[in-house]
Nanobody, 130 residues
Framework: QVQLQESGPGLVKPSQMLSLTCTVS??????????WSWIRQPPGKGLEWLGA???????FYSRSLKSRTSISRDTSKNQFSLQLSSVTPEDTAMYYC??????????????????????WGQGTQVTVSS
């Protein structure tokens, strides 16, 4: 059973950087052919895909957030991380990490279909406020 767990600060000040880590257990982030995404849901809004890193370490980013987003991984800890710079209150959201199987999923990116993700973290609330 694969489990994902998000961690990071729940409160970030405007203009600062938001940093979150997803720790994966029960499976390696290097296993073919999975992609590991960061997804968020602002209050009262739908899911928004931020970006992903695949089994081979290749990264993918939302076009609208690409200039502010960086995703990396630490294979020794079986973790992948999100950094979002220059945050504003509009970045306040529940942040999730999730896994999709590239052999099955077709809409795992910008037009994500949440049903195509087989494992999700429980989510972590991040509030941007001074």
């Amino acid at each position: 059973q694969v489990q994902l767990q998000e961690s990071g600060p729940g409160l970030v000040k405007p203009s600062q950087m938001l940093s979150l880590t997803c720790t994966v257990s029960g499976g390696s982030i290097r296993t073919s052919y999975y992609v590991w995404s960061w997804i968020r849901q602002p209050p009262g809004k739908g899911l928004e895909w931020l970006g992903a890193i695949n089994y081979d370490g290749m990264t993918f980013y939302s076009r609208s957030l690409k200039s502010r987003t960086s995703i990396s991984r630490d294979t020794s800890k079986n973790q992948f991380s999100l950094q979002l710079s220059s945050v504003t209150p509009e970045d306040t959201a529940m942040y999730y990490c999730a896994r999709a199987d590239l052999q099955k999923a077709t809409n795992w990116g910008t037009d994500l279909n949440p049903d195509e993700y087989d494992y999700w973290g429980q989510g972590t609330q991040v509030t941007v406020s001074s």
